[in-house]
């Protein structure tokens, strides 16, 4: 599996990780066999948030991993929080006491990374940043970075946070491309020109922040998977000539799509199926031409000025 460094750090991770969040849905044994593969695969890098499966899916893990010091070593274990029932929070002590819940789940001392998990309305940074000190200085921490959010609140945290800030997770597939398309047409009088998060995809180009898309095979927003939907005829039809030219799957296209972009992203990739599993790795082998790059770009009804 090819290799890029998160952010500024001189952290070697997967181009490819591997989201945990529908691990409730497997018994032991699949459970098991989810995580070896991957491994495997060198895909080493697994995604987790304090909410899914209601924190069931990080003990899953930690089952199906055998988690102990000589497993913890050959891994990189990422999680979120900051949402709860009804209401987001990035306080101090909630932030605290969601690592303490993430590392006696996942049995482990630390985590190799942390986001804040969607922006919090009322969050005060010198808050934030409290909790990020004590949790890189007890160890229990030793990356930092967000969720869904854009520049100016991520400007915000740096303000008061001292710890860079490596990844930000956001959305983004062949049809939810508006982070792409946006700057594809600027100054135009189309929907596609909209800003809607303050030209997110340049900023973290620009600070060196690690674009890590979620739900890459979503339209819509958990609205359905676009591939073999006949909502998007054409765009399959893109994707499967593409697929037919390198001998692999849509899946793979799919992914490899978002991996030709130059911001050298790490797609989540979530699904618990071993074949599409093993689909979506074989996409780090791939680049994409210039022309099938923009040609699967429009088959999803994306414009070009």
């Known amino acids: 599996m090819r290799t890029i460094k998160l952010g500024t750090s001189a952290l070697e991770v997967p181009v490819v990780a591997v989201g945990c969040m529908r691990m409730q849905s497997l018994d032991q044994t699949g459970a098991e066999r989810f995580v070896q593969t991957a491994i495997e695969a060198g895909a080493n890098f697994f995604e987790h948030a304090d909410i899914y499966g209601g924190g069931e899916c990080e003990t899953i893990f930690s089952k199906a991993i055998h988690m102990n010091d000589s497993v913890r070593e050959q891994i990189i274990l990422q999680s979120k929080c900051g949402i709860r029932q009804g209401t987001f ?143 998007f005829p054409e765009l399959n039809a893109a994707i499967d000539k593409v697929a037919a030219k390198y001998e692999v799957s849509s899946t793979t296209i799919a992914i490899a799509w978002i991996l030709r972009h130059p911001a050298r992203m790490q797609p989540v990739v979530g699904t618990m199926n071993l074949e599409r599993l093993q689909d979506c790795f074989k996409a780090s082998e791939i680049t994409l031409t210039r022309e099938e790059w923009y040609e699967i770009y429009r088959a999803a009804g994306n414009i070009l000025p």
């Open 89 to 231: 929070d990035f306080s101090k002590e909630h932030i605290l006491n969601s690592v303490d819940g993430i590392l006696q789940r996942l049995n482990t001392d630390y985590l190799d990374v942390l986001l804040l998990h969607r922006p919090d309305a009322l969050v005060e940074p010198e808050e934030v940043a409290e909790a990020f000190d004590l949790l890189e200085s007890s160890g229990k921490v030793r990356h930092f970075g967000v969720s869904n959010q854009n520049p100016m609140q991520i400007e915000l945290l740096k303000k008061f946070v001292k710890q860079p800030l490596v990844a930000n997770q956001l959305q983004l597939s062949i049809t939810n491309a508006h982070m792409i398309a946006n700057g594809v047409n600027v100054n135009m009088a189309n929907d596609s020109a909209v800003n809607r998060d303050g030209s997110i995809l340049d900023y973290c180009r620009l600070h060196d922040m690690t674009i890590q898309p979620w739900s890459p095979f979503q339209y819509g927003f958990f609205e359905g998977v676009f591939l073999g939907s006949d909502k």
